[in-house]
């Protein structure tokens, strides 16, 4: 053999002791959250406590040491590091006692990781030594003074302020290794833009599409009708702050059209403001006419897609066609309705569907607007390269919404051109539609945009899981009857084991793995388990969203699934920030065990492990190794 090959020989065959070696180590931590709403402040403080992991951890590491006080405070010093390290005064001695404890866990957060990767994770600039503290052997013999002089000269240097919170953010990213997001980060809240750059720095990260997601990439892509639900939602509840100041959007057009047109209308007030609201009283009233403006839009801009894609089988919801000409009653059915709070005036009976010149001109000038919005883009992009339908993940099946079927279990399919879509391939139907309207926002009624709508509110859509969308009977018609929105059968029957496996097996997955599903809050306040299908079924809801909380009572449900176990964390409603720094406030979290495992999971028996077994059998049979 020549010396080049027994050189390349050498390294392959170092190459398979290191991939069969890192099989053998623990599978590390996986976190999985749903329904984020834009509610920052409650995301970004479950992000730093990683749904109570870091408490676990500190608990495992420190009890009998510290007292349950001196837990709490160092965990809140490790969440908030801008507050209880970057603006505290501490003597040398508070400072090395603390410096010794973030390492102390530290070591024990990394220990199940390779040098390299941990090596990869640190800050250059202290690599060096974070080696050192970290791989501490010895430290009862030897080495203790020499670890001792490392930590009092970071104090002297005036480093420790920087040292210790880039030992809490090594804290966090050893602590859960892989973040999971299951949909709808936009909406209801006002703050969607700050989760999407906080997602945008988490190391590892995937993320399932959910239906208040879709319409914001729709908007981009060029659909007007979802640009104009993507506005009503927005206003609906009180927000226009991401517009004008997170996208940097004018709604000047807007606002001057709706205060010629509408005026005020008790049903568009928004919602959900409390005592802490800053709108005034005109702010409101702005807010009301505006919202009544682009929800008329909306109706003129899905009437036209409706009336050009007869194939979504839609016809019966042409409202706007159904008032009567005074727009004082609607006839739906075989029965009238009174008109509440209608805002008709610039809706012509005999063309229902087309807009005003001025709204054609103000949802352009929007469109154009958002399209041109350097962060917007970025954010869309972001979601569109890592945004998908589903995901399967260590033998785990995610997504956000359902598997549109009939009421005896089998999947139910949408045609177009001749073709057939259902299950896992109508999903990667919708995927394909996602790719390619966000290729081409410059086109705005072909079929792969008007899909993205449909998505939204189609009676097949895997995202809405309904048959229809009551949007205009909620804002017009009181007989409460009207605003039914009947559920696809798969929401009864995710509750059936056997349906489960066909679906893990539709997506070519084995049954010992689970299906988690976000979209739909968990009544836990009634009794609803978020466990379904002997265990097969895992729905971790929106409760993190203050809208839904009346109806949960919880703040929502999170997943942890690690070598131990598969646990569901019921999460305590977040008041604010600042209440929870001042008062150590925590989303004090309640375990409910899924599953323990008898032997504690590796590597090997993750996706990452399957590859790098196949790597390993490839070098091997490179050098005739079996």
Known sequence: MENNDKLQQLDDLAEVINLEAIQQLPKATEHFISDLHGEFEAFDHLMRNCSGIIRIKIADVFTGELTSREQEQLAFTIYYPEVFIQEKDRSSDEWLILLNRLVKLTRHVSSKYTRSKVRKAMPKVYAYILEELLYQYDQDTNKQAYYDVIFSSIIELDLAVN???????????????????????????????????????????????????????????????CLA??????????????????????????????????????AFRPRGLDAQSPLT???????????????????????????????????????????NDDKSTITLGDVTYPIKDGCFDLVDSDSPDELHLAEELIIHDLLHQLQQSPRFKEHIDFLVKEGSM????????????????????????????????????????YANAIQVAHANPQVNDDLETDLIWYIWSGDRSSLFGKHTMKTFERYFIEDKATHKEKQNPYYQLREDEAFCEKILNEFGLETSGYIINGHTPVKALLGENPIKAGGKMLVIDGGLSRAYQKETG??????????????????????????????????????????????????????????LEKEARQLREKWFLK
């Open 229 to 266: 639900v993507a506005l009503r939602i927005s206003l609906r509840y009180g927000h226009t702050r991401l517009l004008e100041e997170g996208y940097g959007i004018s709604l000047d057009r807007l606002r001057k059209f709706s205060e010629q047109f509408y005026q005020d209308n008790a």
């Open 390 to 429: 589903y995901q399967t993940y260590n033998n785990n099946l995610l997504f956000h919404g359902c598997i549109p079927c009939s009421e005896d279990g089998e999947f139910l399919a949408i045609n177009f051109n001749g073709e057939s879509y259902a299950g896992k391939a109508l999903m990667d139907f």
């Open 554 to 611: 919880i703040a929502g449900y999170t997943l942890i699934d690690n070598s131990h176990e598969t646990y569901l964390v019921a999460h305590h409603p977040f008041t604010t920030k600042a209440d929870a720094i001042e008062n150590y406030r925590d989303i004090i979290p309640e375990q409910i065990i899924v599953s323990k495992r008898i032997e504690r999971a590796k590597v090997h028996d993750t996706d990452i492990g399957h590859q």
């Open 281 to 323: 009283d005109d702010d409101i009233l702005d807010i009301t006419r505006m919202h009544q403006a682009i929800t008329i839009i909306q109706f003129k801009l899905e009437n036209q897609i409706i009336n050009r894609r007869p194939e979504f089988e839609m016809e019966d919801r042409l409202l706007l066609g159904k008032l």
């Open 163 to 225: 040292f210790a919170t880039e030992l809490t953010t090594l804290i966090k990213r050893f602590v859960v290794d892989h973040l999971h997001v299951l949909g709808d980060i936009y909406d209801r809240g006002a703050y969607p833009d700050l989760i999407i750059d906080t997602l945008m720095q988490t190391p590892s990260v995937d993320i399932q599409l959910g239906n208040h997601d879709i319409i914001w990439i729709g908007a981009y892509s060029g659909s007007l009708a």
